[in-house]
């Protein structure tokens, strides 16, 4: 029994596994259209800081019914859960603080390299986090890469690099409001943090038996505090002016969800599978990518392209 059981969990776990990685390829591709069309489109613009904090309430709504199904859709036993996990262990809540912090950073960054580069470019640079990945993966994890994988990263900055460089003399076509330099700049910083955020939530995560749903709310009570008090330091005036939901629309909340699904997403690859074959599979949004591109309509921006 004990013997069936184990396997049925480890095919479980490897269905998990899979079915992870291609939902989050798909939504990687669909987010970096979605994002920067959202920025790039014709009307009111929404204030970025107060979407990233909105993704962060939807994701944390969504982990509460998910460990409030997992309780057997009891809410005594649902609020048992949680306060048992994250009232009463506070020093173990307060380490998700760090990742919580850095991934509210990564995503202000990547809605100003999404206002600043086109959709193609914009998802090759991003791609370096899985350099930055497996980077920190070996300082602080201890694994260990072959020389085929050490080569496949540099052919990846190799490739980052010539798509950097072709862009440079396009600099001058683009538009008044747009710098190549700040937005690779945002996406880079984007990729260092993304990789040691998500090299430190893999070793939380693996490290102890609490579930993915209650970290990831764990994640968002930590970072919607954060997120609001950014929005408001940053954008406050802004805010102040045009209120706090300015320039939202269907289109803007189905981004906001997005982002959302694709911070869930990122958390049960990380525990069934590994940072690094996260960021190979997320790779593959790129050819998504390349393949759904379109001209765009506006004759202010360029039009999409595949480097």
Known sequence: MTSDTTVKKEGTNQTLKYVSLVTLTGQNALLGLSMRFARTRPGDMFISTTAVFMAEIVKLVACLLLVWNAEGRSLRRGLSALDSTIVKQPIDTLKVCVPSFVYLVQNNLLY????????ATYQITYQLKILTTAVFAVTMLGKKLIPTQWGSLVLLIAGVAMVQLSDVKEQKSAGPEQSK?????????????SGFAGVYFEKILKGSDVSVWMRNVQLAMLSIPLGLLTAYAKDGEMIAQKRFFHGYDDFVWFTVSQNALGGLLVAVVVKYADNILKGFACSLAIIITCIARKPETNNRHKAWRCS
């Open 181 to 193: 330099f700040i937005g690779f700049s945002a996406a880079l910083t984007a990729c260092i943090l």
């Open 112 to 119: 100003v390299a999404a206002s600043h580069l086109d959709v």
